[in-house]
């Protein structure tokens, strides 16, 4: 997963509010600034301290003249749940890359339907795009409880 152009780069990061969704835009953005990059940040919260969506777009060029990036254009979509890296897809463009933690998060407002809809989109993201790299969570999480830092 490589950028064609590495002096410029459009980057998603989405999850739901409280998933650190907006601590990964502030360390992907302090990156490219120390790698000498013009960088430009916005975030979308919503209801985020609800569970809600929580989306950032980073872009990183010599100049930047725009927070937000057009649908279509994303570089990397990097997302730490299934559900909005789904929804989010459309940002990436067609040979973008996705990064995707296989989290399932129920809400339980919609109750099993959207567990059961879950299985699916993993199968649907790898079918619409080529470069998609899964982190698995349970292995992620048992690093960090071994580690005892959680």
């Known amino acids: 997963m490589r950028l064609v152009n590495p002096r410029k780069a459009d980057v998603i990061i989405a ?3 409280g998933q650190g969704v907006l601590l990964a835009g502030e360390i992907v953005a302090g990156v490219l600034i120390r790698a000498g990059l013009s960088v430009k940040k916005y975030e979308l919260r919503g209801i985020s301290q609800r569970t809600g969506s929580v989306v950032c777009h980073i872009r990183a060029a010599d100049k930047v003249f ?15 749940e299934l559900i909005d890296t789904h929804r989010y897809r459309k940002f990436l463009k067609e040979d973008g890359s996705i990064i995707v933690m296989d989290k399932k998060i129920p809400f339980y407002s ?5 567990i059961r809809c879950s299985d699916n989109l993993l199968a649907a993201l790898r079918r619409e795009f080529s470069k998609v790299m899964v982190i698995k969570y349970d292995e992620i999480d048992q690093c960090f409880r071994l580690a005892n830092v959680i």
Not at 66 to 80: M, Q, R
Not at 110 to 114: E, F, H, R, V
């Open 110 to 114: 919609m109750g099993n339907s959207l």
């Open 15 to 17: 999850g739901i509010g």
């Open 66 to 80: 725009s927070p937000v990036i057009p649908e279509g254009s994303a570089d990397f979509l990097v997302g730490f």
